[in-house]
């Protein structure tokens, strides 16, 4: 009786002592540790109201923590064949930036595990509700609207957000939006290489529209001088070939404005210029 007596004094012994003994937690800056008591014989269990923000802290060995980063993070969502209000699909890369605000809130009533590197409060609670939000707005927008003008991306952005914070309202969790960001859309590449023949063509009708009107220019000028010299004939009195002697000495003079020629003429004969270095 007495050996059973002292193996039970031993027994709750080793338990008081297993129940006493301690581990520590030690956050990295940034991160939040939130405690999760489970105790053996005494006490209520569950998460500690209190997390572990810097430091050290020293808890029993049945008490779990869980591990909460505090600062701003990413996630990176990608979009295929939205359909446009012109019908048209396209791609495009998203970025939301939060933050979490309550570890403690967020541990107990939401996880802080990760599912294929998402926090898995996203991929349970805001992945879908952004989505069908990112789709119901893209379909508002033409495809040139979304592929093309700022304007369009920066509305979609705008409608996004007011949907998320609204729905982090309705389900209480605890983050905050810091920003949401649409890249530019991707239409598909047969529609690519439309755009991209489109613009050539545009190039080419805008090239012959130039040539065209260069010409234009160059021929009205023509007529112009021509018509100038015909009215300077008919006030002279000169005919054809009295107008192209004259012009003959004007080029002549034009030659010669410098000095250095000798005229030499006989007869009726075209004068002969004869140019000294």
Not at 45 to 68: E, H, N, Q, R, W
Not at 73 to 102: C, K, N, W
Not at 155 to 169: F, G, N, P, S, Y
Not at 242 to 252: D, E, G, K, P, S
Request: hydrophobic share 40%; glycine share 6%.
């Amino acid at each position: 009786m007495m050996n059973r007596a002292k193996i039970a004094v031993a027994l709750v012994v080793a338990v008081v002592i297993g129940a006493s003994a301690c581990r520590t937690v030690t956050p990295d800056a940034g991160h939040e540790a939130v405690l999760v008591r489970k105790p053996l014989i005494f006490g209520s269990g569950g998460v500690d109201a209190t997390p572990v923000k810097t430091g050290l802290k020293y808890v029993a060995f049945t008490t779990s923590s869980v591990d909460v980063n505090m600062q701003p993070m990413r996630i990176d969502s990608e979009f295929t064949d939205l359909m446009t209000s012109d019908g048209v699909p396209i791609d495009f890369h998203a970025v939301i930036s939060l933050q979490v605000i309550d570890s403690v809130k967020l541990v107990r009533d939401f996880g802080a595990d990760y599912q294929g590197g998402m926090p898995g409060f996203w991929v349970r609670n805001l992945d879908q509700p952004f989505r069908t939000a990112v789709r119901d707005s893209v379909k508002t927008h033409g495809m040139n609207e979304m592929a093309i003008q700022a304007t369009a991306a920066e509305a979609v952005d705008k409608v996004v957000t007011e949907h998320l914070l609204t729905i982090l309202k309705d389900t209480g969790v605890p983050v905050r939006i810091l920003d949401v960001s649409l890249g530019r859309a991707n239409p598909p590449d047969a529609i690519l290489h439309q755009r991209v023949e489109t613009a050539a063509q545009e190039q080419r009708i805008n090239t012959e529209k130039q040539k065209k009107l260069a010409e234009d220019q160059r021929r009205m000028a023509e007529e112009s001088r021509a018509a100038a010299d015909q009215a300077y004939n008919q006030k002279m009195g000169l005919n054809t070939e009295q107008y192209v002697a004259l012009q003959a000495i004007q080029m002549q003079r034009e030659v010669c404005a410098k000095g250095g020629c000798t005229f030499l003429f006989g007869g009726n004969a075209t004068p002969l210029i004869n140019m000294r270095p």
